[in-house]
């Protein structure tokens, strides 16, 4: 009996971890279909290794016949440039900040989900493939911006990285010069803190820090790192005030290229790499944060996360008044995922209990 009630346990915490895997099926492509992308930053690793991750995958799903290449861009490629090549078709597919399609689409949802949910919660709804990412995605209008969007891959929580100015609540941001991508979630952060958020592409971003035109920026710590950004600044705050989300992207040309089965592989290959990137993305962030800390690069300090939430409560506020459609998604997606967890947690509590008592004398 006790057997019987352990097996029905191991059951239900495996249906839990089951993974939806793209169908075997041979690929009819007679010839070879080459993808091309680029990135925004080849210096950071979990994306130019979840891109690596993503073309293995894709490849071995066709058998050969689909395959991704790199197309180098600028060092620093901006953003803006590589979104305007995809939709021209130079480039098949590429990736960027999701608040890069603040003005190319009417879906603000895109650029408004971090601030509207907690890390904790954030994690499990906004996991590669997830209903929520696929309902964001489908915001996207795909005749008006000749553009698909694939995935959302997490890319850090932002802290505030300064040069001669360490934030140790809202009010040490009064009046500093922080860069921002553009118009939206982030801009509006910012203002409610009362710094002056200077907007302008990656590129430029990084340019204005290392010569002194800016105070700071927000990034999180893998990019910073990344970028070598503690040679310049000397303040990190550790703040993880929102999400950094990047969004895979295809031009619609060459979506069309893809059958129904292909494009299906090429959604199973994303949530695969987007997993990865997520994973060592945690990685990394716990090994360069224990590097700045130990090198010695800079002053960090970790502030009290509620003085800041309390500041920018009418951010959320906005949100949530002006998107009750997507507010009620999210709620009903994180009572579906809080239901999970709570389920999963039970069922290894009880294996646990099983175990116990199937092990005793």
């Not at 408004?112 to 964001?136: D, H, N, Q």
């Given at each position: 009996?006790?057997?019987?009630?352990?097996?029905?346990?191991?059951?239900?915490?495996?249906?839990?971890?089951?993974?939806?895997?793209?169908?075997?099926?041979?690929?009819?492509?007679?010839?070879?279909?080459?993808?091309?992308?680029?990135?925004?930053?080849?210096?950071?690793?979990?994306?130019?290794?979840?891109?690596?991750?993503?073309?293995?995958?894709?490849?071995?799903?066709?058998?050969?016949?689909?395959v991704m290449t790199e197309k180098r861009q600028q060092q620093f490629a901006v953003n803006s440039d590589l979104m305007l090549?995809?939709?021209?078709?130079?480039?098949?597919?590429?990736?960027?900040?999701?608040?890069?399609?603040?003005?190319?689409?009417?879906?603000?949802?895109?650029?408004?989900?971090?601030?509207?949910?907690?890390?904790?919660?954030?994690?499990?709804?906004?996991?590669?493939?997830?209903?929520?990412?696929?309902?964001?995605?489908?915001?996207?209008?795909?005749?008006?911006?000749?553009?698909?969007?694939?995935?959302?891959?997490?890319?850090?929580?932002?802290?505030?990285?300064?040069?001669?100015?360490?934030?140790?609540?809202?009010?040490?941001?009064?009046?500093?010069?922080?860069?921002?991508?553009?118009?939206?979630?982030?801009?509006?952060?910012?203002?409610?803190?009362?710094?002056?958020?200077?907007?302008?592409?990656?590129?430029?971003?990084?340019?204005?820090?290392?010569?002194?035109?800016?105070?700071?920026?927000?990034?999180?710590?893998?990019?910073?790192?990344?970028?070598?950004?503690?040679?310049?600044?000397?303040?990190?705050?550790?703040?993880?005030?929102?999400?950094?989300?990047?969004?895979?992207?295809?031009?619609?040309?060459?979506?069309?290229?893809?059958?129904?089965?292909?494009?299906?592989?090429?959604?199973?290959?994303?949530?695969?790499?987007?997993?990865?990137?997520?994973?060592?993305?945690?990685?990394?962030?716990?090994?360069?944060?224990?590097?700045?800390?130990?090198?010695?690069?800079?002053?960090?300090?970790?502030?009290?996360?509620?003085?800041?939430?309390?500041?920018?409560?009418?951010?959320?506020?906005?949100?949530?008044?002006?998107?009750?459609?997507?507010?009620?998604?999210?709620?009903?997606?994180?009572?579906?995922?809080?239901?999970?967890?709570?389920?999963?947690?039970?069922?290894?509590?009880?294996?646990?209990?099983?175990?116990?008592?199937?092990?005793?004398?």
């Amino acid at each position: 009996m006790k057997f019987i009630v352990f097996l029905l346990c191991s059951v239900l915490l495996c249906s839990g971890c089951a993974k939806e895997e793209a169908p075997q099926e041979p690929s009819e492509r007679e010839k070879q279909l080459v993808l091309s992308y680029a990135l925004e930053d080849v210096t950071y690793r979990p994306f130019v290794e979840a891109m690596k991750v993503m073309s293995r995958e894709l490849e071995n799903y066709s058998n050969g016949k689909i395959v991704m290449t790199e197309k180098r861009q600028q060092q620093f490629a901006v953003n803006s440039d590589l979104m305007l090549e995809t939709v021209m078709n130079t480039l098949d597919m590429c990736l960027v900040p999701i608040n890069r399609l603040g003005s190319m689409t009417k879906g603000p949802l895109l650029v408004a989900v971090p601030y509207l949910m907690r890390p904790a919660v954030m994690e499990s709804v906004m996991a590669p493939g997830s209903p929520l990412i696929k309902k964001i995605l489908q915001d996207i209008p795909r005749q008006d911006t000749r553009l698909v969007g694939v995935d959302i891959w997490y890319g850090g929580y932002l802290q505030f990285l300064m040069r001669d100015h360490q934030v140790l609540s809202p009010a040490s941001l009064k009046d500093q010069h922080v860069w921002v991508r553009g118009m939206g979630p982030d801009n509006e952060y910012l203002l409610a803190m009362d710094a002056i958020p200077c907007e302008m592409s990656f590129t430029s971003g990084i340019y204005a820090l290392r010569h002194g035109y800016l105070d700071g920026i927000m990034l999180p710590i893998s990019m910073i790192v990344s970028n070598r950004l503690y040679e310049n600044m000397h303040f990190l705050s550790l703040t993880n005030h929102a999400r950094m989300n990047y969004v895979l992207l295809f031009s619609l040309a060459a979506w069309d290229k893809l059958n129904p089965k292909e494009q299906h592989w090429v959604h199973q290959a994303a949530k695969k790499a987007g997993m990865f990137v997520r994973d060592l993305t945690d990685e990394l962030e716990e090994i360069d944060l224990s590097r700045l800390k130990h090198a010695d690069f800079m002053r960090i300090v970790e502030p009290d996360p509620d003085l800041f939430i309390k500041k920018a409560e009418y951010v959320r506020n906005f949100y949530m008044k002006h998107l009750p459609v997507q507010v009620a998604l999210m709620r009903e997606i994180t009572q579906e995922v809080m239901k999970e967890q709570a389920e999963h947690k039970a069922a290894e509590a009880a294996a646990t209990e099983l175990r116990q008592i199937s092990e005793m004398p």
